[in-house]
């Protein structure tokens, strides 16, 4: 029997971290590493628009116990962060991972939803106790602090490699045209403009 449970563990982490590889959750991305995949799994996440993460990739891992999918797995950040919900050496405390986990919850549901701890936290059931009043008490100083450790220790989010664009004879004494996305990437700076714009108002609107 015990092979059994084994076999059907194996088969399912095998589906789980091909689906999570092949299509992975937005912000998310599977990281293969030479950890036993039955036991470990890594991942990055992208730090969301309008949080302090933004803009930063944040590499966790979660780990699986040998009672899974009975138990949940514990999740870890290994990428420092200054979060009221991640205590220093990386644990994570999300619902998800205990007393709301079902068995039939998934790897790629569990990375979306500490993703989304990054932009709504829950200080309330704070493991950094700094963080978590500090959130509660002054937003400004919560954002700038966590900032300071993002830039510190995350690295960055790498833009997606682009095909250099011929220069055609003669034109602008051969310097070189811009880029075919420049417009996207205005885009997207206004997009973020009005997300931190947003999320300030709303800020404030909890405040009265």
């Not at 070189?176 to 709303?202: I, M």
Request: aromatic share 6%; with cysteine.
């Amino acid at each position: 029997m015990a092979a059994m449970l084994g076999s059907d563990l194996k088969s399912r982490m095998a589906r789980e971290v091909r689906q999570l590889a092949q299509t992975p959750p937005e912000g998310v991305k599977y990281v293969e590493t030479d950890a036993d995949a039955l036991t470990e799994v890594h991942a990055d996440l992208t730090g969301p628009e309008g949080t302090p993460y933004s803009g930063a990739v944040f590499r966790l891992k979660l780990v699986i116990g040998s009672e899974f999918p009975s138990a949940p797995p514990r999740g870890f950040f290994l990428t420092k962060i200054f979060h009221p919900n991640v205590a220093t050496n990386g644990d994570i405390c999300v619902n998800t991972l205990k007393r709301d986990w079902k068995p039939e919850t998934t790897l790629s549901h569990i990375l979306q939803v500490i993703r989304c701890l990054l932009i709504v936290p829950f200080p309330e059931s704070s493991l950094n106790d700094e963080a978590g009043k500090l959130f509660m008490t002054s937003y400004e100083q919560y954002a700038q602090r966590a900032r300071l450790m993002t830039d510190l220790h995350a690295p960055k989010v790498q833009p997606p490699a682009r095909a250099a664009t011929p220069t055609a004879l003669g034109d602008n004494n051969g310097e070189s045209q811009p880029g075919p996305d420049a417009a996207a990437l205005e885009k997207q700076k206004l997009e973020v403009l009005r997300a931190k714009a947003k999320a300030k108002k709303k800020k404030g609107l909890k405040r009265l």
